[in-house]
């Protein structure tokens, strides 16, 4: 409580807001403006980036949506996370949580890039059919 009675609000536990709340007199004001959830998609092996345009198209709309693309068959994940980090950390910049979202072998490049490159603002991972167990299929 401040010395003329006004009680202030600390958010800054809210990491994707940034607000101000005052009672001052019986007047609630609250300024700021929140940020936007970004989402990174991530496609599985010997894809492209069009198979998760469907989802895309939905992001994209909102302008909170990353679909890269990426040579899924060149080289191993951990290395594909060094090539999708400047992308990625340049959208996280600009969203108040970043949320990943990998199918097959996106998923374990989720795991690779977070290995290496933690977004402070990461929200949930979604990780959509990844073989996190190994895959029958790699082993061929």
């Avoid at 809210?14 to 009672?23: E, G, H, K, R």
């Avoid at 998923?107 to 073989?131: D, E, K, Q, S, W």
Wanted: proline share 4%.
């Amino acid at each position: 409580e401040k010395s003329d009675g006004a009680r202030s609000a600390d958010w800054s536990r809210i990491p994707d807001a940034v607000c101000f709340l005052t009672l001052a007199r019986g007047i609630v004001i609250v300024t700021g403006r929140m940020k936007q959830e970004g989402v990174v998609l991530l496609y599985g092996i010997m894809r492209t980036s069009r198979s998760m345009a469907r989802l895309e198209r939905h992001l994209v709309q909102e302008d909170s949506g990353l679909n890269l693309d990426y040579p899924s068959t060149s080289a191993d994940p951990g290395s594909l996370a060094g090539g999708i980090h400047e992308h990625v950390s340049e959208f996280a910049g600009r969203m108040g949580l970043l949320h990943l979202v990998g199918f097959s072998m996106g998923g374990l490049l989720i795991r690779a890039y977070l290995g290496v490159h933690r977004p402070v603002n990461l929200g949930r991972v979604v990780m959509i059919g990844t073989p996190n167990n190994g895959s029958e299929v790699a082993d061929l």
